[in-house]
C-alpha cells in the first residue's frame, strides 16, 4: 500500500478507506431553505422598489420612481438617524453586559450553571410577548413606573435599548461564554505568576483572546439593531410623534398603512443593503477574515 493511502486509512475504524468528497446531497436542504427563504425574497423586495403596487391586482413598473422618493423623503434622514442611534446604543449596553456576564459564566462559581440557565431564559421568550409585557409594565395608569416613560423621548428610546438588551443578552452572553472557555488556561496561570491580578488579566488576556469573538457578536448585534421592528410597533408605535419610527417602522408604515408596497421594497431593499455594507465594514476594519486561531501552536 501506498504511503498517501495508510495516510488516508489510518485512525479510522476498520481501516476503511476515505474516498471523494462529502456528497452534494448533504449541503441541498441547507442552500434550498436559504434560497427560498432569504435569496428569493430579497430578489422580489428589489423587483418591487421598481414598480408600483398597493397589494392587488398586477405591479405597474415606474422605473426609479421609488428610490427618488426615497432619496428626497424628509422622514428618512429622521428614521436613518434614529435607527444608528438606535444601532450604537444597543451595541454598546448589550456588548459591556454580554462580554461581563459571558467571562464570568465561564468560571467555576457556585451555581454558575443553574444560573446561567436562567439568565438564558429571556432569549426563548418571542420579541412580541416580551414587547407586549414590558407595554403593560410602563403603562402610565396600571403599570409598575409612575409616570408616562413611553411618552417621552428620551424614555420611549432608552424602553427600546433596554427591551431589546433584556432578550438578546442572553445569546451575546452564550457566545462570549464560549469564547472565554475556549482561552488556554495556562496563559492565566502564567500571568499569575507573574503576578498580575484579576482585573490586569482581564484586560491583558481575556479581551485580546475574544477579539474574534467580540467581532462575530457586535455583527450579529449590528444587523439585529437594524431590523428591530416588533419591539417599536408594540412599545411606542414609531412615537411619541415621529422620534422612533426607525427605518423598520417606515417600510411598515408604507406598506401596510399606506399601501404603498413598491416604495415598502424600496426601503427593505435599502435596509438589505446597509446592513451588509456595515457587516463587511465591521469584518474588514477588524481584521476578523485574516485573523489565526488563538490556540494556534499551542
Not at 434622514?77 to 464570568?104: C, H, I, N, P
Not at 472565554?180 to 490586569?200: C, K, N, S, W
Not at 484586560?203 to 475574544?210: A, H
Amino acid at each position: 500500500m501506498s504511503s498517501s493511502a495508510t495516510a488516508r486509512t489510518k485512525g479510522r475504524p476498520g481501516g476503511g478507506v476515505r474516498t471523494g468528497r462529502p456528497h452534494a446531497a448533504w449541503v441541498l436542504p441547507g442552500v434550498l431553505f436559504f434560497t427560498f427563504f432569504a435569496v428569493a425574497p430579497m430578489v422580489l423586495a428589489l423587483y418591487l422598489s421598481f414598480t408600483k403596487w398597493n397589494g392587488l391586482g398586477d405591479p405597474q413598473p415606474v422605473g426609479l420612481a421609488n428610490w427618488q422618493k426615497l432619496i428626497h423623503d424628509p422622514r428618512l434622514t429622521q428614521s436613518l438617524t434614529v435607527t444608528v442611534l438606535l444601532t450604537v446604543v444597543s451595541w454598546a449596553f448589550q456588548t459591556v453586559l454580554s462580554l461581563l456576564l459571558g467571562v464570568w459564566a465561564a468560571g467555576r462559581q457556585r451555581n454558575r450553571a443553574v444560573l446561567s440557565a436562567i439568565f438564558f431564559v429571556p432569549f426563548l421568550l418571542s420579541s412580541t410577548a416580551i414587547s407586549l409585557l414590558f407595554y403593560a409594565l410602563l403603562d402610565p395608569n396600571f403599570g409598575i413606573i409612575h409616570g408616562d416613560t413611553l411618552g417621552t423621548t428620551s424614555g420611549a428610546f432608552l424602553a427600546i435599548v433596554f427591551v431589546g438588551g433584556w432578550q438578546f443578552i442572553p445569546f451575546h452572553t452564550l457566545i462570549y461564554q464560549g469564547g472565554a472557555r475556549q482561552i488556554p488556561e495556562v496563559l492565566y496561570q502564567a500571568a499569575a505568576i507573574d503576578g498580575a491580578g484579576r482585573y490586569r488579566q482581564f484586560f491583558s488576556i481575556t479581551l485580546p483572546q475574544l477579539r474574534n469573538t467580540a467581532t462575530t457578536s457586535s455583527v450579529l448585534m449590528i444587523v439585529g439593531s437594524l431590523t428591530y421592528f416588533e419591539t417599536v410597533l408594540i412599545l411606542t408605535q414609531g412615537g411619541p410623534g415621529t422620534d422612533t419610527a426607525i427605518l423598520p417602522y417606515l417600510m411598515y408604515e408604507s406598506g401596510f398603512k399606506s399601501y404603498d408596497l413598491g416604495y415598502a421594497s424600496a426601503i427593505a431593499s435599502f435596509l438589505v443593503v446597509a446592513a451588509t455594507a456595515l457587516s463587511l465594514v465591521l469584518v474588514k476594519l477588524s481584521g476578523f477574515g485574516n485573523m489565526r486561531s488563538t490556540r494556534e501552536g499551542m
